[in-house]
Each structure stands twice: as C-alpha cells, then as structure tokens.
T-cell receptor
Framework: SQQGEEDPQALSIQEGENATMNCSYKTSINNLQWYRQNSGRGLVHLILIRSNEREKHSGRLRVTLDTSKKSSSLLITASRAADTASYFC?????????????FGTGTRLQVFP | DVKVTQSSRYLVKRTGEKVFLECVQD?????MFWYRQDPGLGLRLIYFSYDVKMKEKGDIPEGYSVSREKKERFSLILESASTNQTSMYLCASRKQSTDTQYFGPGTRLTVL
C-alpha cells in the first residue's frame, strides 16, 4: 500500500495542552501537507512543507519533516476545544509518475474544555 | 473565497440504483478529484480529472465512472449501487501545477 500512517490513531488532551501527531510515509516526496477534517465535513488545508525544509510554522501550528526517516510531525500548541477534529497528512506521489496525493489514515484529536 | 460544493450532504439509495454525485467548483481549477473515505482506511482516490473531458483512474475505480463535460463540474456515477459502496464521498479541486487541494463538504451515501 502507498498509504501513509498517522500515529496515534486517537489523542485526547485538555485545553491549553500541546498536541503532537506523527506521520510516516513510504516514498520519496516533493512535499508533505497536513489537512484537518471536522466531524462529517470536508478537509481543510493547514500547512505544506517542502522536502528541502525541516521545520515550518503557521500560527499555533509547527510542522517538522525528516526525509531520512520518511516522517513528519504536526504540533498544535495551546490547544483549544475548537481544535477537536481529525488530522491527515498527505504526500505527493510524483515518485510514482503520477500527480495525486496519498493520504494517511488520520489522527482523531479530542480537546476537552 | 474558494468554494467546492457537492449536490447532497446525505443520500440513501437502494441496491442496483444508478447514483449521480455532483461536484462543482467556482475557482476555475483544472484538476478535480473524487475520493471515498472509510473508517480505518483514510481517503482513497477513485478517479481524477486533469481538465475538461479528461479522466484518470485512481486507486479504486471499480464500480464507478466519472464525467467532466464542463470545467467546473465533475460527476461521479455509480452505475449499479451496491452495499459496499456505502461511504463518505469527497470531491476536491486544485489549480494545475499547484499542491493544495480544496475539498467539498462531502456526501454520505448509504446503499440499502
């Protein structure tokens, strides 16, 4: 399977705590993206990190990328109840000579007020 | 603001029925995608389209077909719905040669 995997599958924390989600993938990539999905809704793009970048920030989000380990992490700092959602990593599949994204299986984050 | 709409949020059909799922984007994007999402399996690509009248099979095209007659509209067709096609269907669009996909709200299809 080309699919990536997120770890953990589910995470429960209190408001104000930090949440860390990890993603592993299988092929070489040009970039990796993180998306968020609120319950029963479509996905929303959060952040993109390119293969030549090691870390990227956007507001309370921090993404790291380790291409040697084929892994990425998403850190949400000072979490809020509104951050409750599922989070997916997605890698481009250009190493397969195709122009599609490969999504991981997602991490369900629950933030308790 | 970017907008992708899907024709129905919830749909219930019977086995053997022909089902049309419509997706419309207002961003003049060239690329459009159909995924299905199932618990524990993440998003799986069914079909995608680089531009009008073009289509490519994704990872799980069996039992589905698509139509892209106009740039803004990408339709997913279940010729004869089966219970194993009960799922959440997500449409997305993307501007050619960029990376970010924009998703619709999804259609939860139940086949009885």
């Amino acid at each position: 399977s080309q699919q990536g995997e997120e770890d953990p599958q589910a995470l429960s924390i209190q408001e104000g705590e930090n949440a860390t989600m990890n993603c592993s993938y299988k092929t070489s990539i040009n970039n990796l993206q993180w998306y968020r999905q609120n319950s029963g809704r479509g996905l929303v793009h959060l952040i993109l990190i390119r293969s030549n970048e090691r870390e990227k920030h956007s507001g309370r989000l921090r993404v790291t990328l380790d291409t040697s380990k084929k892994s990425s992490s998403l850190l949400i700092t000072a979490s809020r109840a509104a951050d409750t959602a599922s989070y997916f990593c997605a890698t481009d599949a250009r190493s397969y000579n195709t122009d599609k994204l490969i999504f991981g299986t997602g991490t369900r984050l629950q933030v308790f007020p | 603001d970017v907008k992708v709409t899907q024709s129905s949020r919830y749909l219930v059909k019977r086995t053997g029925e022909k089902v049309f799922l419509e997706c419309v984007q207002d961003m003049d994007h060239e690329n459009m995608f159909w995924y299905r999402q199932d618990p524990g399996l993440g998003l799986r690509l069914i079909y995608f389209s680089y531009d009008v009248k073009m289509k490519e099979k994704g990872d799980i095209p069996e039992g589905y077909s698509v139509s892209r007659e106009k740039k803004e509209r990408f339709s997913l067709i279940l010729e004869s719905a089966s219970t194993n096609q009960t799922s959440m269907y997500l449409c997305a669009s993307r501007k050619q040669s960029t990376d970010t996909q924009y998703f619709g709200p999804g259609t939860r299809l139940t086949v009885l």
